[in-house]
């Protein structure tokens, strides 16, 4: 399936003209990432039927829709790199960071609204609900970044409409073009949205307490770069006061001039971290996300077994 | 119709949080302008059907679409002003401007999405279709700006890119959501595309040639800023050699430092348009795109007396 849609991203076709508008969108789809969400959705279609290749189009979109967020939200960011290249407005310019990512957004649009696959207007209707909730997403963690009482429940809200509801829009995006009832469709989108806040935090967790062999980063890379995280909300919660929580901002927000003083700023982090008992409260939310997701996707009859493990191989969880 | 426009505008419910996303999108939409867009959806649609009020919700859709682009121009222009107000990155800063803009283009293509009015399908394909080509004449823009051997061809189907697409689709989508045939259809985009392609030239026209009071700008406006118009495009083509192109230029380029340079920098430019004949040359093309018009509009069989006065009021001509 993968393979499929590494040859569909590439076989794509853009324009030559006018020069600067569609090299840079070319460049952004071909510099690669896990495919995740067109393999949602080839997966949750071949759920119902097996001529999973007429989802393909609609499934390549999404990605591209993916990616015409990654390069406003980079731009926004002001972030140089992405799986180490540089980002469009670092390698051409911001302008054309804007006007190619307005592009790649009509382009999946476009892509979507012309299917003509199972029940394919509410494909397009629930594309861009998604898209707008995505952009609801970006305001809510711009707003938090200046907030600092942040709950918990507020922070889990931002994470599921930045990146969650793009993971349930997939799935069930799937099961409609694959003309699935509206109780499976719903039950997929659910699944994936619960997924996808699984996800999230356990990278959030990860970044602070996993092992670097299996995790395939360095380890307190967020804390280094002074990132809100799941830890950071939920360890600023449980602080006394307003000075407490000023403090620990200041330690977050200052910068780390030498190796030695990065590891002991992750290390002092870190030591906060575990004397609030965060690593417990985020395990907690993590194993109920993902029980959750376990107990929606149950209630579907056709096997999930493929769809499971796929979910399971992102969470690098065991079953 | 303007009064039920600017009724369906001031109607639309924008969700109140998050902070910061909605606002400047209420803003944009209530600084005004003339509402062509959606006026030329309204009265195309009104030749074949007079419930025209059945299209307001799509022709309100084109006016957000067209502040998008207006939003992301400014943006990419460093345009501090539009209409006597801030622009949305002046008031707010760049990336409200970038994730507000998102917004409206996903907005608009929503209610566009959900039409189920006339030839709804092809409405949204023809909207999604002109907003790509749209971006494809912001780009050509944005080249043009760095070369100095642009043609008048090149220049013209770049204006008809950025700004007379749009109003094709508005006279298009007017006649879709009417049920109109595609031979009658596909006249009204026709006509409407030679409309913008005259209005435009004769916005460049009037800049240096026109009665301000009529005009209702200041005389010259696009040459103090030295802007690239028909006007500039035209007369660089008609220039002896690169080294006349150079100095122009950079007449164009340098800054008037009090009024006296700056009446004395219009009249420069202006003289050089009249020896090069360039008034004569402008209206030949604006009377070429006019007359064009009316042969395509003459070949309806409705009555289009009411969309014709409308087109010659936006050109102050006289029938």
Redesign the interface.
């Known amino acids: 399936m993968l393979e499929k849609i590494q040859a569909a991203i590439a076989a794509i076709p853009y ?1 030559s ?5 569609y090299e840079p969108i070319s460049y952004v789809m071909s510099m690669g990432g896990k495919r995740l969400r067109p393999t949602l959705v080839l997966l949750a279609y071949s759920l119902f039927r097996s001529d999973w290749e007429r989802a393909l189009p609609a499934a390549t979109a999404l990605e591209m829709y993916h990616n015409h967020t990654l390069l ?1 939200d980079d ?2 960011d002001r972030a140089d790199m992405r799986r180490g290249m540089a980002t469009v407005h670092k390698k051409w310019d ?2 054309t960071a ?2 190619s ?3 790649m ?3 999946a ?2 892509t979507i ?2 299917q003509r696959v199972g029940r394919f207007n509410e494909v ?2 629930l594309f ?2 998604s ?2 909730e995505i ?2 997403g ?3 963690d ?2 938090f970044e200046r907030r600092r009482d942040v709950t918990e429940e507020e922070y889990i809200e931002m994470i599921r409409l930045k990146t969650s509801v793009l993971l349930g829009c997939a799935a069930k995006m799937g099961a409609l073009l694959a003309d699935a009832s509206d109780a499976d469709s719903e039950v997929l989108y659910r699944f994936a949205e619960k997924i996808g806040l699984a996800f999230q935090l356990q990278d959030d967790y990860l970044d602070c307490f996993g092992d670097p062999k299996v995790f395939g980063k360095r380890i307190g890379g967020d804390i280094l770069c002074g990132k809100k995280t799941f830890m950071t909300v939920a360890a600023m919660q449980r602080m006394a006061d307003d000075e407490e929580r000023g403090a620990f901002l200041d330690m977050l927000d200052a910068s780390a001039e030498s190796e030695e003083e990065e590891e002991a700023k992750i290390a002092r982090v870190i030591g906060i971290y575990r004397r609030l008992d965060i690593p417990a409260v985020a395990d907690r939310r993590i194993q109920g996300f993902y029980d959750e997701a376990k107990d929606i996707l149950s209630t579907l009859t056709a096997d999930t077994g493929v769809l499971w493990d796929y979910a399971m191989s992102l969470l690098k969880r065991k079953v």
């Not at 003209?17 to 508008?21: A, I, M, S």
């Open positions: 324009p003209r006018p020069e600067g508008l406003h731009l926004m911001d302008n804007i006007l990512g307005d592009t957004l009509l382009m649009a476009q609204a012309t397009n209707a861009l609900q898209a707008i952009c609801e970006q305001q809510y711009v707003n």
